[in-house]
Protein backbone atom coordinates (compact mmCIF):
# COMPACT_ATOMS: atom_id res chain seq x y z
CA UNK A 1 0.00 0.00 0.00
CA UNK A 2 2.85 2.45 -0.91
CA UNK A 3 1.18 4.53 -4.09
CA UNK A 4 4.25 6.26 -6.01
CA UNK A 5 4.78 10.19 -5.32
CA UNK A 6 2.61 10.85 -8.57
CA UNK A 7 3.03 14.44 -10.47
CA UNK A 8 0.01 15.17 -12.89
CA UNK A 9 -0.29 17.79 -15.10
CA UNK A 10 -2.00 20.04 -12.88
CA UNK A 11 1.56 20.03 -10.60
CA UNK A 12 -0.34 17.74 -7.82
CA UNK A 13 1.87 16.08 -5.50
CA UNK A 14 1.24 13.52 -2.67
CA UNK A 15 3.81 13.24 -0.68
CA UNK A 16 4.71 11.43 2.81
CA UNK A 17 4.23 13.61 5.94
CA UNK A 18 6.71 16.30 6.94
CA UNK A 19 7.46 18.83 9.50
CA UNK A 20 8.06 21.96 7.15
CA UNK A 21 4.46 21.34 6.77
CA UNK A 22 3.48 21.94 10.70
CA UNK A 23 2.61 25.78 10.18
CA UNK A 24 0.35 25.09 7.12
CA UNK A 25 -1.02 22.34 8.48
CA UNK A 26 -2.02 24.21 12.07
CA UNK A 27 -3.85 26.96 9.44
CA UNK A 28 -5.69 24.91 7.46
CA UNK A 29 -7.38 23.16 10.27
CA UNK A 30 -9.07 26.84 11.25
CA UNK A 31 -11.69 26.04 9.37
CA UNK A 32 -15.57 25.43 10.09
CA UNK A 33 -15.97 22.41 7.56
CA UNK A 34 -13.14 20.34 9.11
CA UNK A 35 -14.68 21.20 12.51
CA UNK A 36 -18.19 20.08 11.22
CA UNK A 37 -16.75 16.50 9.46
CA UNK A 38 -13.42 16.05 11.12
CA UNK A 39 -13.52 17.16 14.55
CA UNK A 40 -10.78 14.31 15.66
CA UNK A 41 -8.52 16.76 13.85
CA UNK A 42 -9.32 19.79 16.11
CA UNK A 43 -6.32 19.31 18.07
CA UNK A 44 -4.35 19.99 14.94
CA UNK A 45 -5.28 23.71 15.15
CA UNK A 46 -2.28 24.00 17.66
CA UNK A 47 1.04 24.19 15.35
CA UNK A 48 2.87 22.31 18.38
CA UNK A 49 0.61 19.91 17.83
CA UNK A 50 0.61 19.69 14.14
CA UNK A 51 4.16 19.44 14.57
CA UNK A 52 4.14 16.92 17.08
CA UNK A 53 1.95 15.05 14.67
CA UNK A 54 3.76 15.19 11.50
CA UNK A 55 6.72 14.24 13.37
CA UNK A 56 5.02 10.85 14.81
CA UNK A 57 3.67 10.12 11.32
CA UNK A 58 7.16 10.24 9.84
CA UNK A 59 8.21 8.31 12.42
CA UNK A 60 5.15 5.06 12.02
CA UNK A 61 5.65 5.64 7.80
CA UNK A 62 8.69 2.88 9.01
CA UNK A 63 6.48 0.91 10.97
CA UNK A 64 3.82 -1.36 9.57
CA UNK A 65 1.01 0.82 10.40
CA UNK A 66 -1.81 0.40 9.33
CA UNK A 67 -2.79 4.11 9.02
CA UNK A 68 -0.95 5.70 6.00
CA UNK A 69 -1.09 9.89 5.56
CA UNK A 70 0.35 11.42 2.45
CA UNK A 71 0.13 15.07 2.19
CA UNK A 72 -1.10 16.80 -1.30
CA UNK A 73 0.58 19.46 -2.14
CA UNK A 74 0.15 21.58 -5.16
CA UNK A 75 0.77 24.65 -6.92
CA UNK A 76 4.27 25.96 -8.14
CA UNK A 77 5.46 26.82 -4.52
CA UNK A 78 4.23 23.40 -3.29
CA UNK A 79 1.79 24.39 -0.84
CA UNK A 80 -0.29 22.56 1.62
CA UNK A 81 -3.42 21.88 -0.40
CA UNK A 82 -5.08 18.80 1.93
CA UNK A 83 -4.05 15.32 2.96
CA UNK A 84 -5.22 11.80 2.57
CA UNK A 85 -5.41 9.31 5.12
CA UNK A 86 -5.54 5.55 4.38
CA UNK A 87 -6.54 2.70 7.48
CA UNK A 88 -6.00 -0.41 6.52
CA UNK A 89 -8.11 -3.73 7.39
CA UNK A 90 -6.57 -6.88 8.08
CA UNK A 91 -8.58 -8.24 4.66
CA UNK A 92 -6.79 -6.29 2.22
CA UNK A 93 -8.96 -3.57 2.38
CA UNK A 94 -8.53 -0.27 3.49
CA UNK A 95 -11.17 3.41 4.51
CA UNK A 96 -10.11 6.55 3.09
CA UNK A 97 -10.19 10.00 4.51
CA UNK A 98 -9.50 12.91 2.89
CA UNK A 99 -9.75 17.19 3.94
CA UNK A 100 -8.93 20.11 1.76
CA UNK A 101 -7.83 23.44 2.84
CA UNK A 102 -10.99 26.18 2.24
CA UNK A 103 -8.65 27.84 -0.34
CA UNK A 104 -7.93 24.95 -2.16
CA UNK A 105 -11.53 23.72 -2.91
CA UNK A 106 -13.69 23.15 -5.62
CA UNK A 107 -11.28 22.81 -8.38
CA UNK A 108 -11.35 19.18 -8.53
CA UNK A 109 -8.09 18.90 -6.56
CA UNK A 110 -9.78 16.37 -4.06
CA UNK A 111 -11.39 14.56 -6.62
CA UNK A 112 -7.66 14.13 -8.59
CA UNK A 113 -6.23 13.10 -5.16
CA UNK A 114 -8.38 10.37 -3.96
CA UNK A 115 -8.94 9.28 -7.46
CA UNK A 116 -5.18 8.68 -7.32
CA UNK A 117 -4.71 6.58 -4.18
CA UNK A 118 -7.55 4.96 -5.24
CA UNK A 119 -6.05 3.59 -8.63
CA UNK A 120 -2.18 3.23 -6.50
CA UNK A 121 -3.05 1.46 -3.34
CA UNK A 122 -2.94 -2.13 -3.16
CA UNK A 123 -6.13 -2.02 -0.66
CA UNK A 124 -9.54 -3.55 -2.15
CA UNK A 125 -12.12 -2.81 -1.52
CA UNK A 126 -11.99 1.06 -0.44
CA UNK A 127 -14.61 1.77 1.90
CA UNK A 128 -15.34 5.52 2.40
CA UNK A 129 -17.64 6.96 5.53
CA UNK A 130 -19.26 10.29 5.82
CA UNK A 131 -21.76 12.46 7.53
CA UNK A 132 -25.01 12.00 5.38
CA UNK A 133 -25.08 15.77 4.63
CA UNK A 134 -21.53 16.21 3.44
CA UNK A 135 -22.28 17.11 -0.03
CA UNK A 136 -18.78 17.54 -1.19
CA UNK A 137 -17.78 14.26 0.15
CA UNK A 138 -20.92 12.51 -0.85
CA UNK A 139 -20.28 13.86 -4.72
CA UNK A 140 -16.60 13.05 -4.49
CA UNK A 141 -17.36 9.55 -3.63
CA UNK A 142 -19.88 9.35 -6.19
CA UNK A 143 -17.01 11.30 -8.92
CA UNK A 144 -14.53 8.61 -7.69
CA UNK A 145 -16.81 5.57 -8.40
CA UNK A 146 -17.70 4.56 -4.73
CA UNK A 147 -21.27 3.00 -4.19
CA UNK A 148 -23.34 3.74 -1.36
CA UNK A 149 -24.39 0.93 0.91
CA UNK A 150 -26.14 2.25 3.20
CA UNK A 151 -27.16 5.19 5.22
CA UNK A 152 -27.77 5.19 8.43
CA UNK A 153 -28.19 7.74 11.58
CA UNK A 154 -26.39 10.47 9.18
CA UNK A 155 -23.99 8.14 8.10
CA UNK A 156 -23.15 7.21 4.74
CA UNK A 157 -21.03 4.46 3.82
CA UNK A 158 -19.79 4.10 0.22
CA UNK A 159 -17.64 1.24 -0.97
CA UNK A 160 -15.42 1.02 -4.06
CA UNK A 161 -14.92 -2.63 -5.56
CA UNK A 162 -11.47 -1.92 -7.64
CA UNK A 163 -12.31 -4.59 -10.28
CA UNK A 164 -14.95 -2.30 -11.55
CA UNK A 165 -13.89 0.78 -13.85
CA UNK A 166 -14.90 3.51 -12.51
CA UNK A 167 -17.70 5.32 -13.67
CA UNK A 168 -17.26 9.27 -15.05
CA UNK A 169 -13.50 9.06 -15.51
CA UNK A 170 -12.27 9.46 -18.42
CA UNK A 171 -8.54 8.74 -18.22
CA UNK A 172 -5.40 9.04 -15.28
CA UNK A 173 -5.94 11.60 -12.88
C1 LIG B 1 -14.74 17.19 0.95
C2 LIG B 1 -13.62 18.05 0.39
C3 LIG B 1 -12.28 17.34 0.60
C4 LIG B 1 -13.84 18.27 -1.11
O1 LIG B 1 -12.75 19.01 -1.59
P1 LIG B 1 -12.78 19.75 -3.02
O2 LIG B 1 -11.35 19.99 -3.41
O3 LIG B 1 -13.68 20.93 -2.94
O4 LIG B 1 -13.43 18.66 -3.93
P2 LIG B 1 -13.57 18.73 -5.50
O5 LIG B 1 -13.24 20.11 -6.02
O6 LIG B 1 -12.81 17.59 -6.04
O7 LIG B 1 -15.14 18.54 -5.67
C5 LIG B 1 -15.77 17.31 -5.44
C6 LIG B 1 -17.24 17.45 -5.81
O8 LIG B 1 -17.92 18.11 -4.74
C7 LIG B 1 -18.56 19.28 -5.23
N1 LIG B 1 -18.48 20.24 -4.15
C8 LIG B 1 -17.37 20.69 -3.53
N2 LIG B 1 -17.71 21.52 -2.53
C9 LIG B 1 -19.06 21.59 -2.54
C10 LIG B 1 -20.01 22.31 -1.75
N3 LIG B 1 -19.62 23.09 -0.74
N4 LIG B 1 -21.31 22.15 -2.04
C11 LIG B 1 -21.72 21.36 -3.05
N5 LIG B 1 -20.86 20.64 -3.83
C12 LIG B 1 -19.55 20.77 -3.58
C13 LIG B 1 -17.78 19.67 -6.46
O9 LIG B 1 -18.54 20.46 -7.35
C14 LIG B 1 -17.49 18.30 -7.03
O10 LIG B 1 -18.65 17.75 -7.65
P3 LIG B 1 -18.68 17.46 -9.23
O11 LIG B 1 -17.52 16.54 -9.49
O12 LIG B 1 -20.01 16.85 -9.44
O13 LIG B 1 -18.49 18.81 -9.86
C15 LIG B 1 -13.58 19.44 1.09
O14 LIG B 1 -14.84 20.05 0.93
C16 LIG B 1 -13.22 19.39 2.56
O15 LIG B 1 -12.04 19.37 2.91
N6 LIG B 1 -14.22 19.37 3.45
C17 LIG B 1 -13.97 19.38 4.89
C18 LIG B 1 -13.38 18.05 5.37
C19 LIG B 1 -14.27 16.88 4.95
O16 LIG B 1 -15.48 16.97 4.94
N7 LIG B 1 -13.61 15.74 4.64
C20 LIG B 1 -14.31 14.53 4.27
C21 LIG B 1 -14.69 13.76 5.50
S1 LIG B 1 -15.43 12.19 5.03
Redesign the pocket.
Known sequence: MRPRTPRDAHDMLLVPPRTIHARELAAAMQDE??AR??PQLAPLRKPAAALRWLASLAASARTRSPIRIWLVLAGRTRRLA?ALELIADTAGGAEI????RRS????????RAVATLCDQCGANPLRL??HSQ????R??AE?CGFVLQSELAGVARYVLLKSAAPPGRTGPP
Not at 97 to 100: A, E, Q, R
Not at 104 to 110: H, K, Y
Not at 134 to 137: G, I, L, S, T, W
Open positions: QIFLGGFWMARRRGLATRTNVAAKLR
